[in-house]
């Protein structure tokens, strides 16, 4: 069973850092692209980044771009998000998916994120 | 940035009704775009892939079309579990962008 589970979600104080990681299992980790997507309480969906499977290719959110950084450890089937200056805004369940044709599958289970003093 | 607008925000039918939410991009994207359903609580799920492709496992009441600017997702027959809120999302350039979504409520 293709499977995605992330970890790492928390409580932080505005312009701390944390880091999200997402693990993958029942495919070949490798051979796909991934992204993290997120949801603020309530709200819709938002795109915050995308890896190429081997890390040549990295895009980011505009509203994220210079405090979050994506990367990725084939050996270890992981993705990873690193935030950092987070800000009250940045408060939301964060998901890694799987890049299929034109669309996410599947998606982890998600993680929260609270950014507050 | 190419922006997604979805239509209606919120819909409200009976069982067995027909059901269009529509998506419109800010620039041709070709097909690439993708639906999904999301109930609360839980992750998104793909239901239709490259505009008009049907995700294995999801019913054949759930239906897409569209390409260029203008896209469509239709649930042919709407059944009590359809109750949850759709989106629509554009692969096409980066940075990827979603429609505000769409709430479908099954009376």
């Known amino acids: 069973e293709v499977q995605l589970v992330e970890s790492g979600g928390g409580l932080v104080r505005p312009g701390g850092s944390l880091r999200l990681s997402c693990e993958g299992s029942?495919?070949?980790?490798?051979?796909?692209?991934m992204q993290w997507v997120r949801q603020a309480p309530g709200k819709g969906l938002e795109w915050v980044s995308f890896i190429s499977g081997k890390s040549s290719s990295i895009y980011y959110a505009e509203s994220v771009k210079g405090r979050f950084t994506i990367s990725r450890d084939n050996a270890n089937n992981s993705l990873y998000l690193q935030m950092s200056r987070l800000r009250d805004e940045d408060s939301a369940v964060y998901y890694c998916g799987r890049v299929a044709v034109a669309g996410i599958d599947p998606w982890g289970q998600g993680t929260l994120v609270i950014v507050s003093s | 940035d190419i922006q997604m607008t979805q239509s209606p925000s919120s819909v409200s039918a009976p069982v067995g009704d027909r059901v269009t939410i529509t998506c419109r991009a800010s620039q041709g994207i070709s097909t690439w775009l993708a639906w999904y359903q999301q109930k609360p609580g839980k992750a998104p799920k793909l239901l239709i892939y490259?505009?008009?492709n049907l995700q294995s496992g999801v019913p054949s009441r759930f239906s897409g079309s569209g390409s260029g600017t203008d896209f469509a997702l239709t649930i042919s027959s709407l059944q009590p579990e359809d109750s949850a809120t759709y989106y629509c999302h554009q692969a096409s350039s980066f940075p990827h962008s979603f429609g505000q979504g769409t709430k479908v409520e099954v009376k």
């Open positions: 029942g495919f070949t980790f490798s051979n796909y692209n």
């Open positions: 490259a505009a008009s």
